[in-house]
C-alpha cells in the first residue's frame, strides 16, 4: 500500500517586485508566511532573458541573524563580502553564507546578455546562533550531489539528505532539504518529511500534482502537516524545488536585511551597521 502523501494546503502566486539596485524578482515566500514555514524567512525567483531586468545587481547591502541560500539555474553573479570572500556563482552552483552576527556582501552579474535565472532562500538562525561568525561555501554546480530513481526523476540534492544520498549542505539546527527536481511526464517523485517538518514546493516548469491537486509553473504550494511522506506526479514535463525543514518556534522578528529575536536587537544591528561595526 502506498503511503499517505501530504496534501497541497495552500497554493502562493509570487509578487513581482524588484530588489538591490533594480532587479526584477518574484517574492514567493513573504513576511506572512514566515510562522507557517518556520524556519524559512523568504523566497525570491528570479528569471530573465533580459539583461535590463538584472544588470544592476545588489551592490553593498548587510545582513544578521540567518543565512542566505542562493541556487542559480542560469547565469553568473560575483559575490564579494567584508569578510573578505570572494566567489563566482555559475550555472548549475550554490551560494550558501551564513551572516550570523553580520556581514556586508554584494551579487553582481558577470555577465551582460542572456539568461539570469534562479532562487534566493533564507533560513532562520536559532536564537544561539544568530551572532555566530559569518561563513560562507560556493558549490559549483558538479559539486552538488546528484542521483536518478528508477522513474527517471533526477535529483540534485542542495541541502539534507534524500533517499540515502546527502546534499552539499547539513544543519542540525533547523535540518533543511532542499532538493531541485525534473520529474518527467507520467514519472512521479517520493520523499519522507517528518510530520512535524514545515514544507513547499515550487514548480518552475510544466505542471505537478500532490494527492489530487495540480500546481502549476510560478506558483508555490504550502504541503500539509499530516503526514510524514509526499508524492509529487508530473502531469508534464516538471522542474520544481522541494523545501522542508524543522521549525525553530522562536520570536521573529524582521526589520529589512536584520532578523532577530527581540525589538532591541533589531534596533543594536541597525545602530552597527550606521557606525560600522556590524562587519
Known amino acids: 500500500m502506498d503511503k499517505q502523501s501530504r496534501r497541497i494546503e495552500q497554493q502562493v502566486v509570487g509578487m513581482e517586485t524588484s530588489d538591490g539596485a533594480g532587479v526584477r524578482l518574484t517574492r514567493v515566500l513573504t513576511g506572512k508566511l514566515q510562522r507557517r514555514l518556520d ?4 523566497l525570491d525567483a528570479f528569471g530573465s532573458d533580459v539583461a535590463d531586468d538584472y544588470i544592476a545587481g545588489f551592490p553593498d547591502h548587510p ?22 570572500n570572494e566567489g563566482l556563482l555559475d550555472n548549475g552552483g550554490l551560494q550558501w553564507m551564513t551572516a550570523g552576527r553580520g556581514v556586508i556582501h554584494s551579487e553582481m552579474p558577470e555577465q551582460i546578455e542572456g539568461r539570469m535565472e534562479g532562487f534566493q532562500l533564507w533560513v532562520n538562525l536559532p536564537a544561539k546562533n544568530k551572532m555566530v561568525e559569518p561563513w560562507y561555501r560556493d558549490f559549483a554546480s558538479a559539486e552538488i550531489p546528484k542521483y536518478q530513481t528508477d522513474d527517471g526523476v533526477r535529483v540534485r540534492v542542495i541541502a539534507g539528505t534524500s533517499h540515502g544520498v546527502k546534499g552539499a549542505v547539513v544543519r542540525s539546527d533547523t535540518e533543511p532539504l532542499y532538493l531541485d527536481l525534473h520529474v518527467p511526464l507520467g514519472a512521479a517523485f517520493e520523499e519522507e518529511l517528518p510530520q512535524s ?38 502531469r508534464d514535463d516538471a522542474r520544481l524545488i522541494l523545501v522542508s525543514g524543522r521549525p ?11 532578523v532577530m529575536n527581540t525589538q532591541d536587537e533589531i534596533h543594536q544591528a541597525i545602530d552597527d551597521y550606521r557606525s560600522g561595526r556590524l562587519a
Open 39 to 42: 524556519p524559512f524567512l523568504m
Open 63 to 84: 545582513h544578521r541573524g540567518f543565512e542566505t541560500v542562493t541556487y542559480m539555474l542560469a547565469g553568473r553573479m560575483r559575490h564579494k563580502d567584508s569578510a573578505g
Open 197 to 234: 517538518h514545515n514544507a513547499f514546493i515550487y514548480v518552475y516548469e510544466g505542471v505537478v500534482e500532490v494527492n489530487g491537486t495540480a500546481v502549476a509553473a510560478g506558483r508555490m504550494g504550502i504541503l500539509s502537516n499530516d503526514a510524514d511522506n509526499v508524492r509529487i506526479a508530473a
Open 248 to 258: 525553530l518556534n522562536e520570536p521573529i522578528v524582521q526589520y529589512g536585511p536584520f
